[in-house]
T-cell receptor
Framework: AQSVSQHNHHVILSEAASLELGCNYSYGGTVNLFWYVQYPGQHLQLLLKYFSGDPLVKGIKGFEAEFIKSKFSFNLRKPSVQWSDTAEYFCAVKDTGRRALTFGSGTRLQVQP | SAVISQKPSRDICQRGTSLTIQCQVDSQVTMMFWYRQQPGQSLTLIATANQGSEATYESGFVIDKFPISRPNLTFSTLTVSNMSPEDSSIYLC?????????FGPGTRLTVL
């Protein structure tokens, strides 16, 4: 079965620090990749997605992610985080055989002012 | 995009009772999904609900415990039956629109 791994469970950064959150998936076929964010008290929102083409994807709020097929990875990055980026971040994968997403365990990001 | 609302937003229930959660979408969608997010864990798919057919359940979830209705293309319900404290969780409704999956605000359920 397909699985998604997020190795960083809790990350604490100071404002202006750079961010990279890891995401690896197990499916060997064609996949669509997503990052979602859940701000405190709010529902899940889409940050960015990758379907095909340029493996470097830019999303909202200055986030980007890079798809590296050989590593089965889709890491999320932001050059300079803000206090308002404090949230939980979920990586998700959809393979061609399923309609619904499979989620990673999530990474809680805490940005200190 | 799709805007999804859920009712109730939260509830506290007694063991052995049942709760029905409603999901309303602002546009017609073919597929709706129900997820569970247990405390400190990720989202787990419970079932896929298509209009006009029975829901498809994931491994570990059964219709007797989580009956689902899908009477039309904008609405679905999930019932959590014969609840136990292990059912305490956030239940989320989700739909696909233009190749992207959108989520409702969730229903936070606490079972005492």
């Amino acid at each position: 079965a397909q699985s998604v791994s997020q190795h960083n469970h809790h990350v604490i950064l100071s404002e202006a620090a750079s961010l990279e959150l890891g995401c690896n998936y197990s499916y060997g076929g064609t996949v669509n990749l997503f990052w979602y964010v859940q701000y405190p008290g709010q529902h899940l929102q889409l940050l960015l997605k990758y379907f095909s083409g340029d493996p470097l994807v830019k999303g909202i709020k200055g986030f980007e992610a890079e798809f590296i097929k050989s590593k089965f990875s889709f890491n999320l990055r932001k050059p300079s985080v803000q206090w308002s980026d404090t949230a939980e971040y979920f990586c998700a994968v959809k393979d061609t055989g399923r309609r619904a997403l499979t989620f990673g365990s999530g990474t809680r990001l805490q940005v200190q002012p | 995009s799709a805007v999804i609302s859920q009712k109730p937003s939260r509830d506290i229930c007694q063991r052995g009772t049942s709760l029905t959660i409603q999901c309303q979408v602002d546009s017609q969608v073919t597929m709706m999904f129900w997820y569970r997010q247990q405390p400190g864990q990720s989202l787990t798919l419970i079932a896929t609900a298509n209009q006009g057919s029975e829901a498809t359940y994931e491994s570990g979830f059964v219709i007797d415990k989580f009956p689902i209705s899908r009477p039309n293309l904008t609405f679905s319900t999930l019932t959590v039956s014969n609840m136990s404290p292990e059912d305490s969780s956030i239940y989320l409704c989700s739909v696909i629109s233009t190749d992207t999956q959108y989520f409702g605000p969730g229903t936070r359920l606490t079972v005492l």
